[in-house]
């Protein structure tokens, strides 16, 4: 069964950086395109940033490009989103998120085979 486990989150000022952290488990992350996905108070689950398998290809909502970098470290097992210039509507629950079995490509939904139990970012002064 495969495991996520987000870290990083925090209470940063706007205008501020942070880095969340995915560690995952439990299933071929080395070959499975990777999501980061965001949950703000209120709304409803939005995908962010995705990057392929091998890291060639990564793609961001509008809102968060120019900001946001995804990257992975696949011998470590490990997903990032480097998060720059944060605003105050970037507050929200990050989640990591996989689909290895159903759909492993570019993908702007949000059903996920896996997902963490995500952390939170709050972007306030």
């Given at each position: 069964e495969g495991q996520l486990a987000e870290s990083g989150?925090?209470?940063?000022?706007?205008?501020?950086?942070l880095r969340l952290?995915?560690?995952a488990s439990g299933f071929p992350f080395s070959n499975?395109?990777?999501y980061w996905?965001?949950?703000a108070p209120g709304k409803g689950l939005e995908w962010v940033s995705?990057?392929?398998?091998d890291s060639d290809h990564k793609y961001y909502r509008d809102s968060v490009k120019g900001r946001f970098q995804i990257s992975r470290d696949n011998a470590k097992n490990t997903l990032?989103?480097?998060m720059n210039v944060l605003k105050p509507e970037d507050t929200a629950t990050y989640f990591?998120?996989?689909?290895p079995y159903?759909?492993?490509?570019?993908?702007?939904?949000?059903?996920?085979?896996?997902?963490?139990?995500?952390?939170?970012?709050?972007?306030?002064s």
């Open positions: 989150g925090g209470l940063v000022q706007p205008e501020g950086s952290s995915c560690q499975s395109w990777m996905a965001r949950q995705q990057i392929s398998s990032y989103l480097q990591c998120a996989a689909r159903i759909g492993n490509g570019y993908y702007t939904g949000t059903d996920y085979t896996y997902m963490g139990q995500g952390t939170q970012v709050t972007v306030s």
